[in-house]
């Protein structure tokens, strides 16, 4: 059995920072992409940045590139994403998603819709507030 759960979220100010940690069990992330997504009231989830399974290509949304990066640590089966420059429009519930299915040729492609993952987590609220 696959899971995912999701920490690090909290409340803070405009311009700062925090980092979100997924802790995995059930599959190895080292064989998996990844990816971050969001949801705030009464909005659809939205991507906002992915790793591919080799760990080397990443991705983002438009609204957080240069502020937040992605990455993955195969040894402890985690995934992070560090939040810089937090802005209140980043307020949301976020989630992390794992992609169960591969292929020789997939193991650098970056993923960005919801429907590309197969696991999520539970979430962790990020408010941005003063």
């Known amino acids: 059995q696959v899971q995912l759960v999701e920490s690090g979220g909290g409340l803070v100010q405009p311009g700062g920072s925090l980092k979100l940690s997924c802790a995995g069990s059930g599959r190895t992330f080292s064989t998996s992409a990844l990816g971050w997504f969001r949801q705030a009231p009464g909005r659809e989830r939205e991507f906002v940045a992915a790793?591919?399974?080799?760990?080397?290509?990443?991705r983002y949304a438009d609204s957080v590139k240069g502020r937040f990066t992605i990455s993955k640590d195969n040894a402890e089966n985690a995934a992070y994403v560090e939040m810089n420059s937090l802005k209140p429009e980043d307020t949301a519930v976020y989630y992390c998603?794992?992609?169960?299915?591969?292929?020789?040729?997939?193991?650098?492609?970056?993923?960005?819709?919801?429907?590309?993952?197969?696991?999520w987590g539970q979430g962790t609220q990020v408010t941005v507030s003063s």
């Open positions: 998603a794992l992609r169960d299915r591969r292929s020789v040729l997939s193991a650098a492609y970056t993923y960005t819709g919801v429907s590309d993952y197969d696991y």
């Open positions: 790793i591919s399974r080799n760990g080397i290509n990443t």
